[in-house]
């Protein structure tokens, strides 16, 4: 027999240093056996390899200063067309006096993008409204009338170009692609063979021929004086596209609810849209957040797809510069990579925050 | 709408479910057959039977979530038909527990219970706290309004779900196994609660295996097998002097270990 009294019972002692601190750390994530220590070391041997030239490339070495290709030394990269090309990357030939109007629509675009994301900001409910607002406030900044003067949407360019057609697509596309989920899952077969028929249509072509369609085909169907302005086609089609993906990617959330979740909202009394507004959505998107910023992310890069419209995004405006007489050969590595920094921060920054949304809801429930 | 207490209901042999003739299939499977079942305000009946004898199948049909497809369903005057208004009026006036719980993972305590008299009531958010606020008192678990179903233990889930039926302030209340999905040590605390509540005088159908719950607040016994009421019965002569060969040997079954 064995008992221990009240007083016999055993304290805590603290951790050996070989599960704690620094030393532990090491040891349990990068050399937790020969397996996992041999690709520690290997990994970093390739660090050690590609990092220090390419920092060495990129910067120590680089060419900051010159009008024309002439001044690139070779070496190293070559940012000398920067000074120049900078407005167009970002701004394409949207004219230089109304810059300012683009530079306003990016700034509050930072408060209409928070006041949706995160909670508990300041004047919140106020806020709410603005973010509903602002798409018709950048839209009247960026096109004009009613005093401001109109610009057509082809100057639009440059990385503005990009902003306008992937967040119109994105705010647009998660809702369609919500009724589509819950179309395709209706007890009404027309409404449900309705959405199956769009999701697969859209899903089994790819998007640059939806955009051929929207440029070349439709106006064979739509009356002669009708003239769709060529940039709301592209965002249409590039909406409708990313909406038969999320659809299937929020169906897979709504599969996932068990249906004793709807029969509790049932009995509770609820209908059928509040169901799916207070119960079931708010779980089926929760657990569809990774395949949904996943959509999104693939949406904004299908932006630069605007270039089979004539119109120079990024992208269009890195290859203008690369073919630019004064530029030719010269930054071709540069350009590039400039274009793909910027696309790699937005989507990146779009990525994280879904990894801390799931950390934070999946906080809240346990 | 209405809103009738049970004390107002008056007599207790007023029905206030009334099942006729109630044929139902799950395709070509026979689930229900030829149920006639009527329960006065106030009555417990408790439904006992093998799995697969369509309890719960019954209980369900009730407040329409499954439909039937003869015979007629009415709740407190109100025929349960295809007509969606009058399964939004049945349904005000049922609450329901289940086996699983079903409580909303994403919501709180509390707000499990707030959801339906604020969306459904229609009431302000401060009127359906205190509503729910008394109701999580009644099955005490007040402390636990601000927490989330996952960090509940199964028997407090289950209460905040009965709290969370009561908060409609239903006619009647009907239970699905409530007590089939608990650890053994959790019965007890959600069987006290329906007996408080079967004291206060609700109406309750209650499908449960819970023989010694059964005998304690039942007024009637009622037992299923293959789709059919069996044997109906006051709980005294259910338990002590079984009818049908078929009660007997069910209860035999499930008494003896």
């Given at each position: 027999m064995f008992f221990r009294d009240q007083g016999e019972m055993l304290p805590p002692r603290t951790a050996p240093i070989?599960?704690?601190?620094l030393v532990g750390w090491l040891r349990i994530n990068?050399?937790?056996?020969y397996g996992n220590a041999a690709l520690t070391l290997i990994s970093l041997a390739i660090l050690l390899l590609v990092v220090p030239p390419f920092i060495d490339w990129v910067l120590i070495k680089a060419q900051f200063s010159g009008?024309?290709?002439?001044?690139?030394?070779?070496i190293g990269a070559c940012w000398a067309w920067v000074d120049q090309r900078l407005g167009q990357f970002f701004?394409?030939?949207?004219p230089a006096e109304a810059h300012w109007r683009v530079n306003v629509t990016a700034i509050l675009l930072v408060p209409a993008i928070l006041y949706v994301l995160?909670?508990?900001?300041?004047g919140a409910k106020f806020g709410r409204w603005f973010s509903y607002v602002y798409p018709l406030l950048a839209a009247y900044l960026l096109v004009g009338g009613f005093g401001l003067e109109v610009i057509q949407t082809d100057k639009f360019g440059g990385f503005m170009l990009n902003m306008v057609v992937g967040l119109t697509g994105i705010v647009l596309s998660l809702p369609i692609g919500v009724l589509l989920a819950l179309g395709r899952q209706s007890r009404l077969p027309v409404i449900r063979l309705l959405c199956i028929a769009f999701i697969e249509a859209v899903r089994g072509v790819p998007l640059i021929t939806l955009l051929f369609v929207a440029i070349v085909l439709l106006q064979l169907f739509l009356p002669p004086e009708v003239s769709l302005d060529q940039l709301l086609r592209v965002i249409i089609m590039v909406t409708l596209f990313a909406s038969a993906y999320m659809a299937e990617v929020v169906r897979g959330g709504l599969q996932a609810i068990p249906k004793g979740q709807i029969e509790g909202a049932q009995a509770v009394g609820l209908g059928y849209w509040q169901t799916m507004r207070l119960i079931v959505l708010p779980q089926a998107l929760r657990i569809s957040i990774p395949g949904i910023v996943n959509t999104f992310i693939g949406l904004f890069k299908d932006t630069t797809l605007v270039i089979i419209i004539g119109l120079f995004d990024l992208l269009g405006h890195a290859r203008l510069l690369q073919t630019n007489p004064d530029w030719i050969g010269d930054v071709d590595h540069e350009a590039y990579l400039f274009s793909a920094a910027v696309f790699f921060l937005v989507c990146f920054l779009m990525s994280r925050y879904s990894v801390s949304l799931e950390k934070q809801l999946s906080k809240d429930r346990h | 709408m209405s809103t009738a207490t049970p004390e107002a209901a008056?007599?207790?042999?007023?029905?206030?479910i009334e099942i006729s003739n109630l044929n139902k299939w799950f395709g070509a499977f026979?689930?229900?057959?030829?149920i006639n079942l009527s329960v006065a305000a106030q009555e417990r009946v408790v439904i006992c039977g093998?799995?697969?004898?369509g309890k719960s199948t019954l209980i369900r049909c009730i407040n329409r979530l499954e439909d039937h497809q003869e015979g007629s369903i009415v709740v407190d005057g109100t025929p349960l038909t295809r007509n969606l208004k009058n399964i939004d009026l049945v349904r005000r006036d049922i609450g329901m527990v289940f086996q699983q719980f079903?409580?909303?993972?994403?919501?709180?305590i509390l707000e499990n219970c707030t959801l339906g008299p604020i969306?459904?009531?229609?009431?302000?958010r401060q009127a359906a706290e205190e509503i729910a606020k008394k109701f999580l008192d009644r099955v005490q678990i007040l402390d636990q309004?601000?927490?989330?179903?996952?960090?509940?233990?199964g028997g407090q889930q289950q209460r905040a779900a009965i709290a969370r039926a009561l908060c409609m302030e239903p006619r009647v209340m009907l239970f699905?196994?409530?007590?089939?999905?608990?650890?053994p040590e959790m019965i007890k605390e959600v069987l006290d609660v329906m007996t408080g509540l079967a004291e206060s005088g609700m109406t309750m159908l209650i499908v449960s295996h819970e023989m010694g719950f059964a005998a304690q607040v039942a007024d009637r016994m009622i037992f299923m097998d293959d789709g059919q009421i069996v044997e109906e019965n006051t709980p005294d002569a259910f338990f002590n002097?079984?009818?049908?060969d078929r009660t007997k040997l069910f209860l035999s079954q499930i008494l003896r270990h």
């Amino acid at each position: 027999m064995f008992f221990r009294d009240q007083g016999e019972m055993l304290p805590p002692r603290t951790a050996p240093i070989t599960e704690v601190g620094l030393v532990g750390w090491l040891r349990i994530n990068l050399f937790s056996s020969y397996g996992n220590a041999a690709l520690t070391l290997i990994s970093l041997a390739i660090l050690l390899l590609v990092v220090p030239p390419f920092i060495d490339w990129v910067l120590i070495k680089a060419q900051f200063s010159g009008d024309s290709g002439e001044a690139c030394s070779g070496i190293g990269a070559c940012w000398a067309w920067v000074d120049q090309r900078l407005g167009q990357f970002f701004y394409g030939f949207y004219p230089a006096e109304a810059h300012w109007r683009v530079n306003v629509t990016a700034i509050l675009l930072v408060p209409a993008i928070l006041y949706v994301l995160v909670d508990n900001m300041p004047g919140a409910k106020f806020g709410r409204w603005f973010s509903y607002v602002y798409p018709l406030l950048a839209a009247y900044l960026l096109v004009g009338g009613f005093g401001l003067e109109v610009i057509q949407t082809d100057k639009f360019g440059g990385f503005m170009l990009n902003m306008v057609v992937g967040l119109t697509g994105i705010v647009l596309s998660l809702p369609i692609g919500v009724l589509l989920a819950l179309g395709r899952q209706s007890r009404l077969p027309v409404i449900r063979l309705l959405c199956i028929a769009f999701i697969e249509a859209v899903r089994g072509v790819p998007l640059i021929t939806l955009l051929f369609v929207a440029i070349v085909l439709l106006q064979l169907f739509l009356p002669p004086e009708v003239s769709l302005d060529q940039l709301l086609r592209v965002i249409i089609m590039v909406t409708l596209f990313a909406s038969a993906y999320m659809a299937e990617v929020v169906r897979g959330g709504l599969q996932a609810i068990p249906k004793g979740q709807i029969e509790g909202a049932q009995a509770v009394g609820l209908g059928y849209w509040q169901t799916m507004r207070l119960i079931v959505l708010p779980q089926a998107l929760r657990i569809s957040i990774p395949g949904i910023v996943n959509t999104f992310i693939g949406l904004f890069k299908d932006t630069t797809l605007v270039i089979i419209i004539g119109l120079f995004d990024l992208l269009g405006h890195a290859r203008l510069l690369q073919t630019n007489p004064d530029w030719i050969g010269d930054v071709d590595h540069e350009a590039y990579l400039f274009s793909a920094a910027v696309f790699f921060l937005v989507c990146f920054l779009m990525s994280r925050y879904s990894v801390s949304l799931e950390k934070q809801l999946s906080k809240d429930r346990h | 709408m209405s809103t009738a207490t049970p004390e107002a209901a008056g007599a207790s042999d007023v029905p206030i479910i009334e099942i006729s003739n109630l044929n139902k299939w799950f395709g070509a499977f026979h689930v229900l057959r030829d149920i006639n079942l009527s329960v006065a305000a106030q009555e417990r009946v408790v439904i006992c039977g093998p799995s697969g004898s369509g309890k719960s199948t019954l209980i369900r049909c009730i407040n329409r979530l499954e439909d039937h497809q003869e015979g007629s369903i009415v709740v407190d005057g109100t025929p349960l038909t295809r007509n969606l208004k009058n399964i939004d009026l049945v349904r005000r006036d049922i609450g329901m527990v289940f086996q699983q719980f079903n409580l909303f993972p994403h919501l709180t305590i509390l707000e499990n219970c707030t959801l339906g008299p604020i969306w459904v009531r229609k009431m302000p958010r401060q009127a359906a706290e205190e509503i729910a606020k008394k109701f999580l008192d009644r099955v005490q678990i007040l402390d636990q309004a601000a927490k989330y179903p996952g960090q509940l233990s199964g028997g407090q889930q289950q209460r905040a779900a009965i709290a969370r039926a009561l908060c409609m302030e239903p006619r009647v209340m009907l239970f699905d196994e409530p007590t089939s999905a608990l650890d053994p040590e959790m019965i007890k605390e959600v069987l006290d609660v329906m007996t408080g509540l079967a004291e206060s005088g609700m109406t309750m159908l209650i499908v449960s295996h819970e023989m010694g719950f059964a005998a304690q607040v039942a007024d009637r016994m009622i037992f299923m097998d293959d789709g059919q009421i069996v044997e109906e019965n006051t709980p005294d002569a259910f338990f002590n002097n079984p009818q049908s060969d078929r009660t007997k040997l069910f209860l035999s079954q499930i008494l003896r270990h």
